[in-house]
C-alpha cells in the first residue's frame, strides 16, 4: 500500500512518519509517534477522546487524515507537564476528582487548555461549550467543569 | 463533597477509622491526568496482528454453510478461526459458580440467534486488512422466525430461542421457570384494600457505552503462558472463563487488567480474551481484539429491557397493604448475568417499603434479541422506577402528597420484609426529608418527626401466615431451610424497641400472625458478612461470637451446587 510522508511537529519534537493512504492522525499518534495519551473511543468525531491542539486550536484526530497534519504543531495531553511540574489544569483535575476512569481525560485537559489559551477567565457557559465535543461517561461533567473554573480563577493554582 | 449526616446517623461510622470517611486522592490520578495511564489499548507489541468478527445480519437463522476460501487470499490475513477451532465452544458466565448452563458458542456454528453474534474471526496484519477479509467471507444463512418480546416468546407455538432452554425461560434450581416471591396473602388483602392499582412499565434496555470500548491484547510469554492485556472488569472471572472455554491450565494465563475506561457491567463479559488469547496460540504472535464503537454499541450486551406489572392495595390512610408483581427480564439469546438481575430483583421488592403482603414472580426470558448483562444496580434499578412511578401514582389516586406517602410506607428499623430479614440502618425517612428539605417542599410536621430509628419492628417484624399457590399455608414465623432467623445479626444501631409510641399505626397484616418460633438449632448458619459492629482496634478487640465471613450458600442463591 502507497505511504505518504508526513512531517509535523509534536510536543515540541519534529517527527517525520510514513502514513498508510487514509489512516487517521490519531492512528499516527498512538502507533507511529507511540504518544498513547489522545484515546480512539469512537473513531467517527462524536467522542473527544482523541482531541489534540494543532497550531493551539482543538481538532478530534480521529477523523483528521494524517496527511492534514503535514507542517503543523501538535500538542497532546503528555506535554501538559513540563520539568516535573504539572499545569495548573491537572492540578485542578486532580484536586476536583475531574477524572475517575481516566479515559476521557486527556481530551477533557485540551479542550480546556485550549480554552484557557485564549480566553483566561471564561465564564461557567465558556467552559460548557468549551466541552461540549467531549464525552465523559463517569463524572456527571460538573466536576470537570469546577476544575476548568479553580484554574482559571485561581492565581496559586495557575502559578503552580 | 460527600456529606456525612452524623445528626440522622450517629451511629454510622466510627470516629476513629483513620481512612474511612475522609477524602483521599486516588492512587492512580496522577497517571490520568498526565495521560500516562496504561490502558490496555496503549500496549503495543511487535508483530501485532488484529482480530474482527464476521457477524450476523439476522436476528435468527440457520447457517447453511460458510466460505472464507476469498478471506482466506485476502491481503494479510493469517489465521482464520471458526467454531470448530474453539476447544470448549459453548460456555455460561456464572459457570463458573455453577449457575445455568452453557448455553453460548464463541462462534456460532450452525445457527444464530441474534443480530450482531459473531461466525468466523478473521486475524490479519492490520485492522483494515481484517475487515477487508471479513467482508469476503460468504455465509449462507436460511432466516428463521425471531422473537423480540418478552410475553410473545412465552406463548405456546413461540419459536424457541436457546436449545439448552427449550422454553424460552431460564430455569432455576434445575426445575423451575421463574423466581417466586410469596409473603403473607396479597389476594385477601386487595379485597380489604380501599383501592387496587394496576400498571405495566417498561424498560429499553440500555447500553453502558464506556467511552473505552472493549477488548483484549494477547501475546505469547516465556514457559508457554500467554500474557493478557485487558480492560476486563473482573480480572480473574475473565482469566477463568478465558481457560475454560481454551481448556488451559488457568496458570498458563497472565492477566494484566484492573485499569478499565469505564465499564458501567459492560466489560464482564469476557469475549474478546478467548479468542484474542486462541489466536496468540494458533498464530505465535500477539493477537489485539477490541470492538469498534459500532460494535460496541450494536453487538456488546447492554442492561436488558424489562417489563413490570405492579398491583397495589392501598388503604385510604395511605397503608400499602399488597403489592404483588410480576416481572419480565429480556435476557436476549444468550444468558450472561440476567439470570442473576432477576434473583436481585425479588430480594429487593417490595422496594424500600415495608408492606405486610407481598407476592411475585419474575421470568428471565429468551428472546432474539442482544444478550443482556450487568449495567448499575441491574435487576433492582429497573424495578425501582416502576415501583417510585406507582409511588406517586398511588398518592394521587388517594389524594395524598407524595413524600409523605412514602414517608408512612418506608421501612424501619426492626422491620422484617418480604425477604424475611430484618431491616436495619434503614434510612429512607431521612432520605425523603432532606430531599423534601433540599426542595423547598413542604412536609407535614407529623412527617418530619418521623425517624427510621423509631415504629419499627413490634408487629412489622412478624413474618405472616403465607398462602401458597397450591392453596396450602405456610405458618407464621417460616423461613427458608438454612437462614437465619431475623435479628440474630449483631445491630450496628442500638436496637430498636418493640414500638407502640409510634405516630403511624402498624400496617394491618391480613392474617393473625402468631410469634415467630425460632427454627431449629441446626439451621443456624453464620451470619454472611454483612452488618457487623465496627471492628475496634486490635488492642480492645472481642473474641468475635461469629466468625466474619459466613461459608459459602449456594444452594439458597444459586440453586443446586454442580462440583
Ligand atoms: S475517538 Fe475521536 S471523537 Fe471519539
Ligand atoms: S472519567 Fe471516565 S469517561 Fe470521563
Redesign the interface.
Known amino acids: 500500500m502507497p505511504k505518504t510522508p508526513v512531517q509535523f511537529r509534536i510536543n515540541g519534537t519534529d517527527k517525520a512518519v510514513f502514513a498508510?493512504g487514509?489512516q487517521s492522525l490519531l492512528d499516527v499518534i498512538?502507533?507511529e509517534v507511540?504518544d498513547?495519551?489522545?484515546?480512539?473511543?469512537?473513531?467517527?468525531g462524536?467522542?473527544g477522546?482523541c482531541m489534540v491542539l494543532i497550531d493551539g486550536e482543538p481538532h478530534l484526530s480521529c477523523i483528521l487524515l494524517a496527511e492534514m497534519a503535514d507542517g503543523r504543531s501538535i500538542e497532546?495531553?503528555?506535554n501538559?507537564?513540563q520539568g516535573g511540574q504539572?499545569h495548573p489544569l491537572?492540578d485542578a483535575?486532580?484536586t476536583h476528582?475531574a477524572?475517575?476512569?481516566?479515559?476521557?481525560?486527556?481530551g477533557m485537559?485540551m479542550a480546556a487548555k485550549a480554552l484557557l489559551d485564549k480566553v483566561p477567565n471564561p465564564t461557567r457557559e465558556q467552559v460548557i461549550d468549551a466541552i461540549s465535543d467531549n464525552?465523559?461517561?463517569?463524572t456527571g461533567y460538573e466536576p470537570i467543569i469546577n476544575a476548568i473554573l479553580d484554574a482559571a480563577q485561581n492565581p496559586s493554582r495557575r502559578s503552580a | 463533597m460527600l456529606e456525612f449526616r452524623k445528626d440522622l446517623f450517629a451511629n454510622e461510622r466510627d470516629d476513629n477509622l483513620n481512612e474511612v470517611g475522609k477524602p483521599t486522592q486516588r492512587q492512580d490520578m496522577a497517571g490520568h491526568v498526565t495521560g500516562r495511564t496504561p490502558f490496555f489499548d496503549d500496549h503495543r507489541l511487535d508483530g501485532m496482528l488484529h482480530l474482527k468478527c464476521v457477524r450476523s445480519p439476522h436476528h435468527s437463522a440457520r447457517i447453511r454453510s460458510i466460505d472464507v476460501s476469498a478471506a482466506e487470499r485476502s491481503p494479510g490475513v493469517r489465521r482464520i478461526l471458526r467454531g470448530a477451532d474453539v476447544p470448549v465452544n459453548l460456555n455460561t458466565l456464572l459457570s463458573l459458580l455453577a449457575f445455568g448452563e452453557d448455553d453460548e458458542p464463541s462462534l456460532a456454528t450452525d445457527q444464530v440467534r441474534y443480530k450482531g453474534e459473531p461466525v468466523v474471526a478473521i486475524i490479519a496484519d492490520s485492522e483494515r486488512e481484517a475487515w477487508e477479509a471479513v467482508s469476503k467471507v460468504r455465509v449462507a444463512y436460511d432466516p428463521l422466525p425471531a422473537v423480540f418480546d418478552v410475553e410473545e416468546a412465552l406463548k405456546p407455538g413461540a419459536p424457541s430461542v436457546n436449545p439448552v432452554y427449550t422454553r424460552n425461560t431460564f430455569t432455576y434450581h434445575d426445575k423451575y421457570d421463574h423466581v417466586k416471591l410469596r409473603f403473607g396473602d396479597v389476594e385477601r388483602a386487595f379485597q380489604e384494600a380501599d383501592f387496587v392499582l394496576e400498571e405495566r412499565y417498561q424498560m429499553s434496555p440500555i447500553e453502558q457505552a464506556p467511552i473505552e470500548t472493549n477488548g483484549a491484547i494477547a501475546a505469547p510469554e516465556v514457559n508457554d503462558r500467554y500474557i493478557v492485556y485487558t480492560c476486563a472488569q473482573g480480572l480473574f472471572f475473565s482469566l477463568d472463563t478465558t481457560a475454560k472455554i481454551l481448556d488451559l491450565p488457568s496458570n498458563k494465563l497472565h492477566f494484566i487488567g484492573g485499569t478499565v475506561g469505564g465499564g458501567f457491567g459492560g466489560k464482564v463479559d469476557s469475549l474478546c480474551e478467548p479468542l484474542a488469547v486462541l489466536g496468540a496460540m494458533l498464530t505465535g504472535r500477539p493477537v489485539r481484539y477490541v470492538l469498534n464503537r459500532i460494535e460496541e454499541m450494536q453487538v456488546s450486551a447492554p442492561r436488558g429491557a424489562e417489563r413490570h406489572y405492579i398491583k397495589d392495595g392501598v388503604m385510604r390512610d395511605g397503608r400499602i397493604i399488597a403489592r404483588k408483581m410480576t416481572v419480565y427480564f429480556d435476557c436476549g439469546a444468550y444468558t450472561r448475568l440476567t439470570s442473576y438481575g432477576a434473583l436481585k430483583c425479588v430480594a429487593h421488592l417490595p422496594g424500600p417499603y415495608t408492606i405486610p403482603n407481598v407476592s411475585a414472580d419474575a421470568y428471565c426470558v429468551f428472546t432474539n434479541r442482544i444478550p443482556a448483562t450487568a449495567m448499575r444496580g441491574f435487576g433492582v434499578t429497573g424495578v425501582d422506577f416502576a415501583i417510585e412511578c406507582q409511588m406517586d401514582k398511588l398518592a394521587h389516586l388517594i389524594g395524598m402528597d407524595p413524600m409523605e406517602f412514602r414517608i408512612v410506607n418506608a421501612y424501619r428499623d426492626g422491620d422484617v420484609k418480604a425477604h424475611r430479614e430484618h431491616a436495619s440502618n434503614t434510612a429512607l425517612v431521612e432520605c425523603v426529608q432532606v430531599a423534601a428539605e433540599k426542595a423547598s417542599w413542604p412536609l407535614s410536621d407529623a412527617a418530619r418527626a418521623q425517624s427510621s430509628l423509631t415504629g419499627g419492628g413490634g408487629e412489622r417484624a412478624i413474618i405472616p401466615d403465607t398462602r401458597l399457590d397450591d392453596g396450602g399455608v405456610r405458618p407464621a414465623g417460616w423461613r427458608p431451610e438454612g437462614t437465619l432467623p431475623p435479628g440474630t445479626r449483631a445491630p450496628s444501631r442500638p436496637q430498636v424497641t418493640p414500638q407502640p409510641s409510634a405516630p403511624r399505626p402498624p400496617p394491618i397484616a391480613a392474617p393473625q400472625p402468631t410469634p415467630a418460633s425460632p427454627p431449629p438449632a441446626q439451621e443456624q448458619v453464620p451470619a454472611p458478612a454483612a452488618p457487623q459492629t465496627p471492628t475496634p482496634p486490635p488492642a480492645q478487640s472481642q473474641p468475635q461470637s461469629q466468625p466474619r465471613y459466613a461459608r459459602t450458600r449456594f444452594s439458597t442463591v444459586f440453586g443446586t451446587r454442580r462440583r
Do not use: E, H
Not at chain 1, 36 to 44: E, H
Not at chain 1, 99 to 106: I, R
Not at chain 1, 135 to 138: A, E, N, Q
Open positions: 498508510d487514509g498512538r502507533r507511540g498513547t495519551a489522545p484515546k480512539y473511543g469512537c473513531g467517527q462524536t467522542c477522546a497532546t495531553a503528555s501538559l507537564d504539572i491537572q483535575f486532580m476528582f477524572a475517575q476512569c481516566g479515559f476521557c481525560t486527556p485537559l464525552l465523559c461517561r463517569c
